[in-house]
């Protein structure tokens, strides 16, 4: 590595946002010939021939005027990771991007999307492309960022909705569990102009910790205050319920919890499945880790409006335990298959690659090894669970299995490194300087998947936008605003030959 490329890699590293992370990067690819690889259309990790070929229609079409050959060739062909081409090994070789051929045809896509939704009555009827449109977004599907448990950890979910929010690839869907349900709940509370202020690490309340006195500890049962966690929760977070949330901010925050006692399943609460309930409480149960905090009850806007628990009988507690990325509920109600995971469970990270495809002797490692190890452990506890007579310790067998049997990875995946300077910080309340420290961590972790995530979402982004907007001129009324990128919108980035 000569003087130049060691300037790349060093400014890559002290590089404090995206732009100048990716100018060194790009560079860095440069140098080591990586345009021509962008540049070959031939690989065999995806389908060039056939991305290649449904290139040429849209163009042909759109240089055509055939609207509705057109039409027809996008509501047939639009299905996301078409021809593999989200196949993770295509974004390994070089660090900014992916073959130019399927960043091409991804715009042609978007660009073709806007083109038919702008298109005169008289050539594409209002009632024929609202119902094209929303076929089409239902087909194609969307994606979600989750957000899992990590206590103080979870500052680096902060990191990483800051990077994705300031290039507008936040997705509409958000899912936090635990630490992760503070953040979901705080963007997903605010317009995108107040969204834009908690980027700003001194605009938030993060200090959630405060140990009871001995005494208190005994009478609670819990170890920290419920009281303090409560008021940093109401700093953070606005007084809305799901559906008042959603109406505001246009995102659609998902928090799980779990139950405190027995016959119970964890619940996904979000303005579909509990509109009324408000997201403080929700929060505040996703949040209350067994023996740290007491189960909390829920509260729920009655019908006269007023604040009144939502069955009282029940308590609810950590997320996190039975359902830190509740993948299958999000398929089923918001149409989700594509799922961005940042992940900082301290009991997951050290099994948790920092890459995406497990190639290699030392990922195949380590992935036979909490196999192996996971396997042991859910054995031992299921054999336990049905022999041990002592039903005193049935709640604590159920929660350890409860969190064995869990799938903690999605389809991108955004962890922190594992260091005992973070497992030190884990239940304490952080300085400014370790806030900013836990935030740059989370944006740096981001920057090398971010043209990963935006060829994987942009198609889905743009469905979703302009379904909206005809939705509101049939309606008569402004669609919610969505974030969008200083360019204006959601779009994809070529890197080009500079040489």
């Given at each position: 590595m000569d003087r130049f490329e060691r300037e790349c890699v060093a400014a890559m590293q002290q590089a404090t946002d995206y732009a100048g992370w990716r100018e060194a990067a790009a560079e860095l690819d440069r140098r080591e010939g990586l345009d021509a690889w962008r540049e070959d259309d031939a690989s065999d990790d995806y389908d060039w021939r056939l991305i290649r070929s449904r290139l040429r229609q849209i163009r042909q079409y759109r240089e055509e005027g055939a609207h509705?050959?057109?039409?027809?060739?996008?509501?047939?062909?639009?299905?996301?990771n078409l021809g593999n081409t989200g196949n993770t090994?295509?974004?390994?070789v070089a660090r900014v991007g992916t073959k130019k051929l399927i960043t091409d045809y991804l715009q042609a896509v978007c660009d073709a999307l806007e083109h038919v939704a702008g298109l005169p009555e008289t050539d594409f009827g209002h009632v024929e492309k609202l119902r094209f449109f929303h076929d089409v977004a239902l087909s194609y599907g969307r994606s979600a960022l989750m957000l899992s448990g990590g206590a103080t950890l979870g500052l680096f979910?902060?990191?990483v909705v800051k990077a994705l929010f300031r290039e507008g690839l936040l997705p509409t869907v958000l899912s936090g569990s635990s630490a992760g349900s503070v953040v979901a709940a705080t963007v997903g509370s605010r317009t995108p102009e107040e969204a834009e202020e908690l980027m700003n690490p001194a605009n938030a309340y993060y200090h959630f910790w405060r140990i009871l006195p001995f005494k208190h500890i005994l009478q609670r049962r819990a170890l920290m205050d419920a009281n303090q966690l409560k008021r940093a929760i109401a700093k953070n977070v606005h007084d809305l319920t799901f559906e008042e949330a959603h109406a505001r901010s246009g995102r659609i925050v998902n928090i799980t919890v779990s139950p405190a006692g027995s016959n119970q399943a964890p619940r996904l609460l979000n303005y579909l499945t509990f509109p009324?309930?408000?997201?403080?409480?929700a929060v505040l149960a996703s949040c209350a880790v067994p023996l740290l905090f007491p189960p909390v009850m829920l509260m729920t806007r009655g019908d006269d409006g007023e604040r009144t628990p939502y069955m009282p009988l029940l308590r609810w507690n950590d997320g996190s335990l039975k359902s830190d990325l509740p993948m299958l509920r999000l398929?089923?109600?918001h149409n989700v298959n594509h799922f961005i995971v940042s992940q900082t469970n301290p009991h997951v990270l050290p099994f948790?690659?920092?890459g995406e495809a497990s190639r290699g002797l030392i990922h195949g490692t380590r992935d036979l090894t909490y196999s192996a190890a996971k396997g042991i452990a859910t054995g031992a506890l299921s054999f336990a669970r049905a022999n041990i007579p002592f039903s005193s310790l049935r709640q604590p067998l159920d929660t350890a299995a409860g969190l064995l049997d869990q799938d903690y990875r999605g389809h991108i995946n955004i962890v922190p490194e594992v260091s005992l300077w973070r497992y030190a910080n884990v239940t304490s309340n952080p300085t400014?300087?370790?806030i900013t420290r836990f935030m740059l961590e989370g944006e740096r972790?981001?920057?090398p998947r971010m043209e990963m995530i935006r060829n994987q979402t942009v198609v889905a982004q743009t469905l979703d936008r302009l379904l909206v907007r005809l939705e509101a001129e049939v309606l008569g009324s402004s669609p919610i605003p969505i974030p969008r990128p200083k360019n204006g919108k959601p779009g994809l980035r070529v890197v080009r030959n500079r040489g």
């Open positions: 509705g050959k057109l039409i027809h060739h996008l509501r047939q062909g639009l299905h996301w090994a295509l974004y390994e979910h902060v990191g009324f309930l408000y997201l403080r409480e398929r089923r109600l948790v690659s920092r400014l300087e370790s972790s981001t920057w």
